[in-house]
């Protein structure tokens, strides 16, 4: 069984621009999770999404968005970059909208900004 | 908001050795817990949660955790560690099944032969 995988594996952008980054669940789950590990910050939870419905933000500003595909799977827009995005950004996947589920995690898109 | 503390940044033990890694999180009404482990290079992996019952949860590779409602704590421990242990080890916390899992900064774990 396919694990999570997330796309591209690394980016190198400058200040201002957007990136888009992409994220496939193990088949079957419905649930999809965007998190961001900066440096010595752990993971900061950013957006849950499940059956396609935003289901929960964390404490990001607007510029950080996403959506869900009727397919599950789901991307995470993050628009006029800054230096403080740069970070490892992971997705996770579960079987269903509730948390007590384990989370599966993809290797995850390191975004650099320069 | 639910938070998680975890003291100890880094935790050096020697192979064979006991280890304990803690995890505070702020109190609610009822929660849910999970320890998670990122080997060097690698996505994160469930080692253990608590949901309810027993509060002595066995997780993979000779883990376990107790939960402490008094104390708020969940603290992780394996009675002889490995050089394969060496990982950065997250505590995590929801208030609720329909809350967001909130994670702890991380404990990095070395384990020196």
């Known amino acids: 069984e396919a694990g999570v995988t997330q796309s591209p594996t690394h980016l190198i952008k400058t200040r201002g621009q957007q990136v888009t980054l992409r994220c496939s669940p193990i088949s079957g789950h419905t649930s999809v999770y965007w998190y961001q590990q900066a440096l010595g910050l752990g993971l900061q939870f950013l957006l849950w999404?499940?059956?396609?419905?935003?289901?929960n933000r964390g404490n990001f500003p607007p510029r950080f968005s996403g959506r869900q595909f009727p397919n599950y799977s789901s991307e995470l827009n993050v628009n006029a970059l800054e230096l403080e995005d740069s970070a490892l950004y992971l997705c996770?996947?579960?079987?269903?909208?509730?948390?007590?589920?384990?989370?599966?995690f993809g290797p995850g898109t390191r975004l650099t900004v320069l | 908001a639910q938070s998680v503390t975890q003291l100890d940044s880094q935790v050096p033990v020697f192979e064979e050795a006991p280890v304990e890694l803690r995890c505070n999180y702020s109190?609610?009404?009822?929660?849910?817990l999970f320890w998670y482990v990122q080997y060097p290079n690698q996505g994160l992996q469930l080692l253990l949660k608590?949901?309810?019952?027993?509060?002595l949860v066995k997780g993979i590779n000779g883990f376990e955790a107790e939960f402490n409602k008094s104390q708020t704590s969940f603290h992780l421990r394996k009675p002889s560690v490995h050089i394969s242990d060496t990982a950065e080890y997250f505590c995590a916390v929801s208030k609720t099944s329909y809350d967001k899992v909130i994670f702890g900064p991380g404990t990095s774990l070395s384990v020196i032969p």
């Open positions: 996770a996947s579960s079987p269903s909208g509730i948390s007590t589920d384990t989370q599966y």
């Open positions: 109190s609610s009404v009822s929660v849910y």
């Open positions: 999404y499940d059956e396609g419905e935003e289901r």
């Open positions: 608590y949901l309810s019952g027993s509060t």
